[in-house]
């Protein structure tokens, strides 16, 4: 636990034996009071891995989508107890090593969500990250900023460590099961008045790891402006959204015993690095 709250790290994924036992094995031990791991269809023995080195596993019988692991993963860290929830790649982009300092800063540092930002320090490029994904990054972060009215370093990273009572209040069944999905949570905190820091993390690129290609870094782009289009559009008043109001449809309302409705599924879409 930290400061008195129980601990809970979430792995979406799909075809990560290759690198789940290294992110797994990087993990501090004593932090985390609760490992899970979402299996979003795997067809390489991921899941059986994930268990045999401690984790609790769901699995989705077909690949339903990166958003739609995170989903499976919150809801049962939320059902479990969690007061504190860390989203860790299981493709080992970000040091799972750091998971103690993200999460500290929601158990002491008082926010909400905490993105590990691979821009600040200029963290992303000396970790391999490709050009093209860094300037495509860096445009899409500075114009959604414009959107959102806030000054975030970077939408896109994986690496996250949510609150408790942010969770209970999402409307994650609103949200895309696609990459997008990272990008409305953003939007819905922002929009509920959540508070939100940032910590440097260094990133890894390297051979063989999963990552986005250019084509759905294409479609991922489209789908951070949709976002960021709705959310100024509820925001002015010009079409209101459910997506963005706190109505009593988070977490919370599954977690008495309410089911939460999944968006549309996008079967394309895997568990996999921006």
């Not at 926010?111 to 600040?120: H, I, Q, T």
Request: aromatic letters at 10%; charged letters at 20%.
């Amino acid at each position: 636990m930290l400061n008195g709250l129980k601990v809970a790290v979430v792995l979406p994924g799909i075809n990560v034996a290759t690198t789940l036992e290294r992110t797994i094995l990087a993990l501090p031990r004593g932090v985390a009071d609760d490992m899970i791991f979402v299996d979003d269809g795997s067809s390489d023995g991921s899941g059986e891995l994930a268990r045999s080195l401690g984790a609790r596993v769901f699995v989705h019988r077909k690949n339903l989508g990166y958003g739609a692991a995170q989903k499976t993963g919150y809801r049962e860290a939320i059902a479990a107890g969690a007061g504190v929830v860390v989203m860790v790649h299981p493709d080992f982009q970000y040091k799972p090593e750091l998971m103690p300092a993200i999460a500290s800063m929601v158990a002491f540092g008082g926010y909400d969500l905490v993105l590990g930002s691979r821009v600040l320090l200029r963290g992303a490029m000396k970790g391999g990250m490709p050009a093209w994904k860094f300037v495509a990054n860096r445009g899409l972060t500075h114009l959604e900023n414009a959107m959102l009215g806030v000054g975030i370093s970077e939408y896109h990273t994986g690496y996250r460590a949510f609150s408790r009572p942010l969770l209970e209040a999402l409307p994650l069944a609103e949200n895309r099961n696609d990459y997008a999905f990272d990008n409305e949570t953003i939007a819905q905190t922002v929009g509920l008045g959540f508070s939100i820091g940032e910590m440097s993390c260094p990133t890894l690129y390297f051979d063989g790891m999963q990552t986005i290609s250019f084509k759905g870094a294409i479609r991922y782009g489209f789908g951070c402006l949709d976002v960021a289009s709705r959310y100024v559009l509820h925001r002015t008043g010009l079409k209101p959204t459910p997506q963005f109001t706190r109505d009593g449809r988070g977490l919370s309302a599954w977690k008495e015993g309410t089911p939460l409705k999944p968006s549309s599924f996008d079967e394309s879409e895997s568990a996999r690095s921006t």
